[in-house]
């Protein structure tokens, strides 16, 4: 069994900066990408940003140049760091874990996903 547990989200007030956390644990053999998506109240869930093993990056153009996406592959923990919030920010905020290997020999075929965090900008 896998799972994703998030971290990190809260009240910030616009401007203002926050650092989500979300680690992987279970049987885990290897974790190909991982990403933060979000959920605005009423929306869709859309992706925020995505880090291949290798450290490729990816993010939503709403949110170049303030969210970095960082990963420990040891940890098999990611990081997003939020800097200069806006309001429309606000959603809640999951995790992802792609192409998931629970051991050697054994094609990395399934997804999982963290039960989400909130993050709340006010204006």
């Known amino acids: 069994q896998v799972q994703l547990m998030e971290s990190g989200g809260g009240l910030v007030q616009a401007g203002g900066s926050l650092r989500l956390s979300c680690v992987a644990s279970g049987s885990i053999f290897s974790i190909n990408g991982m990403s933060w998506y979000r959920r605005a109240p009423g929306k869709q869930r859309d992706l925020v940003a995505h880090?291949?093993?290798?450290?490729?990056?990816t993010y939503a153009d709403s949110v170049k140049g303030r969210f970095t996406i960082s990963r420990d592959n040891a940890k098999n923990t990611v990081y997003l760091q939020m800097n200069s919030l806006k309001p429309e920010d606000t959603a809640v905020y999951y995790c992802?874990?792609?192409?998931?290997?629970?051991?050697?020999?054994?094609?990395?075929?399934?997804?999982?996903w963290g039960q989400g965090t909130q993050v709340t900008v006010s204006s």
């Open positions: 880090i291949t093993t290798g450290g490729s990056k």
């Open positions: 992802n874990a792609d192409h998931v290997s629970l051991g050697f020999g054994i094609p990395g075929i399934l997804d999982y």
